[in-house]
């Protein structure tokens, strides 16, 4: 069944109900057990893998269980009318949920409140049909009935006695000392009222009456239904057969329209309702105050956040207006997105299988009486969050964002809560037993407004007085005297409590109205305020609607890159995962359509949110800000919704006297009240029956009149002529579209896929059970995944890959950070949920820890037989030295140990995502996982067969997607887990061809990372390898190697220095080229190398084309040698050509700072690299420069900074103009000092480490534009340099200077290896 939320005159008539149902026992079918209930053992049994032989014994036959508390078939006894054509009746759904638990039997000493609840019935194309049911205990008077119950009992008390008496192991002596004495009695309490004696006992079973809508209007169905109920229960027949107001309800009563308010007649009373207009927040008619009572405001945040998430949510409770109150009540606060998932409030217990679901789902599940949270397996909890909502208790999901600005939005909502006396804490600190009986005590004490304990007008007198043996006795006197006390003293007061009673509750409803409304607007405000300015980005690529239609799946709608970099640091957490969610896609894609076709009423309400906002509140959309913005519409908010229940718009017909010859009259009259809004009131109406029909009896709902109900007015009914005219007006144009544009059909199988991408499970359907639609449901779970799989992993290639990280010259793309976490994280869960998908038994939270858990220990056993085959890791990196780094070992059970290492880490689920972080970051995901899928023994002994990971070919599809994700580099373990200790092994690699490969001197190193660094650490004498282990220190970024000159061999020629981490496998290659040692080279002891992560041989087979580009090499030795002169072979760049590289160099860094600051690369390598601004600078100082060599000894660039700094030191010749002297002598001042600064640190660097501190210290404090010119007017200039060097051409310095001074704005961080030492 289906009720669009605003059915339109030609989809469906404007009725307010579109069926009156009547469930409960069928007295000729007898006593039956409840078959869904079979079927739920059966399911339960295949869970928990054991024989279906023993699932049928225990569900047809139960012996164990008292009969009274065991399930029976229930059956739609009636319903009217027999079925609608726009909404079919669908009757094994209705009876499911009108009663979930079958028929329930009670005795006279038993508890028979009615009850009241709702349940909802979501189609597969999201349409929502409501019902609202009122359950109540009927007498039974079927012999037939009363005699089976009778029966099932002996039977019952026989299996009790033969279980106890065939217990041989112990003796009646042990039996009874075991049972105290209040066990005993408490026992005997517990048979006393857990059983049945025909000849003493009153048998009552449950009938539930229910109104089916296509809007949720719960209040007035709810104080419709109890007027019914009353009506049957009462002493005093109705004032009409009940049919009167059924027929009523279901024919003459219309939908109100938007933004107009109804009054209808009940059996007492009349009933009012309104219906939001189109500019206002949709209908809501649960009470928000009875959530926030339930879960307490933070829990309610907690679990809304969730929602928004799209995580799976199952609330739990006793009470099943409870599980429909919280999930419509979240729902309703999603304003302006809505759930996009399966969305099941009340789940029978016959559907427990669907929680298998692999997918976001919110659900609802009845909790049985007695059981805890402990004794519920379900099949996944690694992404469940768990609302147990009786005891006031949530469980959510290990790692998940917290709502933006979530103390300031909480403070908000408790502002408004007090207003209306609700603590934001909630109503369940305790058990509800004794939160009642503390509220009643302290009522008692407010009210006590006499000299006893009495309160003057709560306790009904005559319930009190009713028991007391003395009241009777004078009762009865007076009764043989002629004396009636009993009218006068009791029925006046319980008259005014009615009044009273009536009173209190119309005030309450309309403070819960006021409260919802309230409530709403807050929530509805916070969306308002964070995506104010979510139109700017929105993509409007197809110029119509066929052609977005169609490439849908392939478009991105939405910029989320520049959305999120235009979003305050707090929010981005959390934002960063909504925009990847269902609900905000098909949101954007409302957006998308609407300029198309009409806009959707959500988008439209919060459009013209936005739009007042920009007129009140001017505000530039770039500048975001996290200050929090309180809603400034509560004061409004609702006088619309007020005035509507004040002043009524429509009046429906009242219930009234019928007769065949007046139906043309009224159901005219209905169509004018409709068309002018100024209805008069027409009674409910004794319908043409046949006599002795509709036959009051007390307790007791009559049998209805079905030729009566089944078919209501129909001649010259204006509303169904009106519906048909449309109708046909509708087909024609059809028709002729067919003829002009796009086929309807096929433009609406486009709209569905459009708008279900993403989607990947239907709505599971109630009423079909069958083994066929099960597997059915489960393959489409399996086809689910596969496209979500394929999705994400194409996403994250080309969120990864399509970026500037070529432009920006090194190998970080641009959404490292934020958007790639969130990315990694998504994909984590997605593999739980395919590893929970056909579980036959659950172990732990997590499904795929389980299963590697499982897979290692037989894996363990068999080693010790013979070794486990190593995977190859990174081959072997030969170098002239033949010194290598060792081959890594790789393996799933390898990478798994390492996690089980990790102190850090304290759950399953939190093992297996750090273990998929990292075989992702070794790009060995797919490797690991087909290996473990390899073992189809397991495979069989923990999934059942239609799981997901025993389809092959889906399975091959889902390891080749992964596999993709090899073509690019994350480091999505080293930048998550921060603190944890890494091995690190070391190799330094000399160039042996030219000097002895060991050195007599005591060697050191210092590895730096963007984390951090280790220290200083000695290497041992004669060893060019080492290990060590430090806190992770991330991506690597430079190594300070260097000896202390002692001994004979003190000159050392180091090629390179190899580090690797032994855990991810990372390698980095720091190359030297250059000569460690006094009176060679540029005499440098000690050299900083800047790092490059080499890539496996193995991702240079997946092509050049799809790799993320390499990171920024520090210089090569070719370079460094042509600059020392050491070969003097390579060709020098021209002046054009260092020009251009300077630009470049410049440029990078600008870039760098343009990016979100946790999403910028390392800045040394940018600085010191290859084609860094100091090797860009080098080039500059080289151009022209007239002899690298004079009387055989070096001269670099340092010697000509040097004599520089001796003529600043010496010279007062400065310009004429005060001003520039002032400017001059203050920038010499400052070489002098940075260049002395660096020339007595206490450290052994060389002329060319020298020159690189210089330009990065001038860079950082943006002195470089003041030091350049200095330099190229120094006297030594024209002793050392050519006349065509570069800096000798002022034109040159000039140009050179400009684009310096596009640095002066950034704060730029050096690293501490790079001026370690150095105090300026």
Not at 189 to 196: E, G, I, P, T, W
Not at 1264 to 1283: D, H, N, S
Request: with cysteine; aromatic share 8%.
């Amino acid at each position: 069944m289906s009720g669009s939320a605003a059915p339109g005159p030609g989809s469906a008539p404007c009725r307010f109900a579109h069926y009156f149902v009547v469930c409960g026992t069928d007295a000729d079918s007898g006593l039956e057990p409840d078959e869904l209930a079979v079927l739920y053992q059966w399911l339960e049994a295949d869970r928990h893998g054991k024989s279906s032989d023993t699932a049928n014994r225990t569900s047809g036959e139960n012996f164990d269980q008292s009969p009274l508390r065991r399930t029976f078939k229930s059956k739609v006894l009636a319903h009217y009318p027999q079925n609608i054509e726009w909404n079919p009746f669908d009757q094994d759904a209705v009876n499911m949920l009108c009663m979930p638990k079958g028929l329930s039997f009670r005795t006279q000493i038993d508890n028979r409140d009615p009850q009241f609840h709702s349940f909802i019935i979501t189609r597969e194309d999201g349409s929502r049909t409501y019902g609202f049911v009122l359950t109540f205990y009927e007498e039974v008077t079927s012999k037939q009935i009363c005699t089976a119950m009778q029966t099932l009992y002996q039977m019952h008390n026989a299996e009790q006695y033969s279980s106890v008496y065939a217990s041989s192991s112990c003796s009646m002596d042990s039996l009874a000392s075991s049972i105290d004495e209040g066990d005993a009695t408490s026992l005997a309490k517990l048979q006393q009222y857990n059983s049945y004696d025909i000849s003493r006992d009153t048998l009552y079973v449950s009938k539930c009456i229910c109104l089916i809508t296509p809007l949720p209007f719960m209040q007035a169905c709810k104080k419709f239904l109890i007027q019914l109920y009353k009506a049957v229960t009462s002493q005093q027949p109705p004032p009409l057969p009940l049919e009167s107001y059924i027929h009523n309800i279901l024919y003459e009563v219309p939908l109100p329209p938007p933004g107009r308010s109804l009054k209808f007649y009940g059996v007492y009373e009349p009933i009012i309702c309104q219906r939001p207009g189109p500019s206002e927040l949709p209908l809501s008619d649960y009470p928000l105050r009875e959530a926030f009572e339930l879960l307490g405001l933070e829990n309610l945040v907690q679990v809304f956040t969730c929602v928004l998430l799209e995580m799976q949510i199952l609330l739990y409770s006793q009470d099943y207006q409870r599980l429909m109150t919280v999930a419509e009540g979240i729902t309703t606060l999603l304003f302006p997105f809505q759930w996009q998932h399966v969305y099941v409030p009340i789940l029978p217990a016959s559907l427990l299988h669907f929680l298998d679901a692999p997918v976001p789902y919110l659900m609802g599940l009845q909790s049985k009486e007695g059981t805890d949270r402990s004794k519920l397996e379900l099949p996944q909890e690694a992404n469940l969050c768990f609302v147990d909502i009786d005891n006031h208790f949530i469980e959510l999901p290990e790692e998940f964002p917290q709502f933006p600005n979530k103390l300031e939005f909480i403070q908000e909502i408790s502002e408004v809560l007090l207003q209306f006396g609700i603590p934001p804490e909630g109503n369940l600190h305790c058990s509800e037993s004794a939160t009642k009986l503390k509220n009643l005590v302290l009522n008692d004490l407010v009210n006590d407004k006499k000299n006893g304990n009495i309160p003057s007008n709560t306790i009904n007198m005559y319930e009190l007085l009713k028991g007391n043996e003395t009241i009777a006795r004078l009762q009865a006197l007076a009764k043989r005297t002629g004396v009636t006390v009993e009218k006068m003293t009791i029925t006046a007061p319980m008259a005014e409590k009615e009044r009273d009673v009536k009173l209190q509750c119309e005030e309450e409803e309309l403070r819960d109205y006021k409260l919802n409304v309230q409530l709403r607007e807050v929530f509805a405000n916070r969306f308002t305020q964070m995506f104010a300015d979510y139109e700017s980005f929105v993509i409007q690529a197809a110029q119509d609607m066929e052609s977005w239609l169609t490439n849908r799946e392939q478009m991105q709608n939405f910029d989320k890159a520049s959305f999120l970099s235009d979003q305050p640091e707090p929010y981005l957490p959390f934002l960063s995962h909504f925009i990847e969610t269902q609900m905000f896609a098909t949101f954007i894609d409302n957006k998308i359509m609407s300029q198309w076709e009409e806009k959707d009423a959500f988008l439209r309400v919060f459009d013209s949110r936005i739009e007042k906002i920009r007129l009140y509140n001017v505000r530039a959309p770039a500048l975001r800000t996290s200050i929090y913005q309180k809603c400034s519409t509560l004061k409004e908010a609702g006088r619309l919704s007020i005035q509507r229940l004040i002043s009524v718009d429509i009046v429906a017909p009242e219930p009234h006297v019928l007769y065949r010859e007046r139906q043309q009259d009224d159901t005219q009259s209905i169509e004018q009240r409709l068309i002018k809004i100024d209805h008069t009131a027409i009674h409910p109406h004794l319908l043409d029956m046949k006599i002795g029909q509709g036959k009051y009896e007390q307790g007791f709902f009559p049998k209805l009149q079905s030729d009566v109900l089944a078919t209501g007015p129909t001649n010259n009914n204006r509303w169904a002529s009106r519906s048909a005219t449309t109708q046909r007006r509708k087909d024609r144009l059809r028709q002729h579209s067919e003829h002009i544009g796009l086929d309807n059909d096929l433009r609406e199988k486009y709209m569905q896929e459009a708008r279900s991408l993403g989607k990947n499970l239907r709505q599971p359907k109630l009423s079909d059970l069958s083994p066929a639609v099960i597997a059915q449901t489960n393959w489409k779970f399996v086809e689910g995944l596969l496209k979500e799989c394929r999705m994400k992993t194409k996403r994250m290639l080309v969120e990864k890959m399509g970026r500037e990280a070529v432009e920006l010259g090194h190998g970080e793309a641009n959404i490292t950070g934020l958007e790639e976490n969130t990315l990694i994280a998504s994909l984590c869960d997605l593999l739980e949920r395919i590893w929970s998908h056909g579980l036959q038994v659950k172990q732990g939270k997590s499904a795929l820890w389980s299963h590697l858990f499982q897979y290692q220990e037989r894996e363990e056993k068999q080693e010790h037989m013979a070794e486990s085959p190593v995977a190859l890791g990174l081959e072997r990196r030969k170098s002239d030295t033949g010194i290598t780094l060792p081959t890594l070992r790789v393996s799933l059970i390898h990478d798994m140990r390492h996690i089980q290492n990790m102190s850090e880490i304290k759950t399953d689920v939190g093992r297996a995502r750090a273990w998929i972080r990292l075989s992702l970051e070794k790009k060995l995901l797919s490797q690991h996982l087909k290996q473990l899928l390899s073992n189809q023994a397991l495979a069989k002994k923990l999934y059942k067969r239609y799981a997901f990971l025993r389809c092959e070919e889906e399975r091959e599809q889902f390891l080749y997607h992964l596999l993709s994700l090899n073509a690019v580099d994350y480091f999505c373990f080293t930048s998550v887990f921060t603190t944890i200790m890494i091995p690190y092994r070391t190799v330094i690699i000399p160039i042996k061809k030219l000097s002895n490969a060991i050195t007599t001197s005591n060697p050191w190193i210092c590895v730096s990372g963007e984390l951090g660094d280790t220290g200083v650490m000695q290497i041992p004498k004669n060893l060019l390898e080492m290990t060590f282990e430090c806190q992770n220190l991330g991506k690597l970024t430079t190594v300070q190697i260097g000896h202390d000159n002692s001994g004979l061999l003190a000159k050392w020629l180091v090629d390179c220095v190899m580090v690797r981490s032994e855990i991810t496998g990372h390698t980095y290659k720091f190359p030297c080229g250059r000569w460690l040692g006094k009176g060679v080279d540029d005499g440098s002891l000690e050299r900083i190398l800047i790092g490059e992560l080499i890539t496996s041989t193995s991702d240079e087979d997946l092509g050049k084309q799809c790799r993320t580009p390499p990171q920024q090499k520090s210089p090569t030795t070719a370079r460094r040698l042509s600059i020392t002169s050491l070969t003097g072979k390579n060709t020098k760049p021209n002046a054009g050509q260092i020009q251009e590289g300077i630009g470049e160099a410049v440029n990078n860094i600008v870039k760098h700072f343009h990016k979100p600051e946790k999403e910028r690369g390392s800045l040394t390598i940018l600085l010191c690299g290859e084609n860094g601004l100091v090797a860009a600078l080098e080039q500059v100082f080289h151009h022209g420069f007239k002899s690298a060599r004079i009387f055989h000894k070096n001269v670099f660039i340092w010697d000509f900074i040097e004599k520089a700094v001796a003529y600043f030191e010496t010279t007062d010749q400065f310009g004429d103009n005060e001003e520039d002297v002032l400017l001059q002598r203050s920038s010499c001042k400052t070489f002098c000092h940075y260049v002395n600064a660096i020339s007595t640190a206490p450290r052994n660097i060389g002329k060319d480490g020298k020159f690189q501190i210089l330009v990065c210290l001038g860079t950082r404090d943006h002195f470089l534009p003041q030091w350049i010119p200095l330099l190229a007017e120094c006297p030594a200039i024209t002793r050392m340099y050519e006349e065509n060097a570069l800096l000798r051409d002022r034109m040159t310095v000039n140009s050179l200077l400009r684009v310096l001074q596009t640095l002066q704005d950034f704060n730029i961080i050096l690293e501490g290896s790079l001026i370690k030492g150095v105090d300026v």
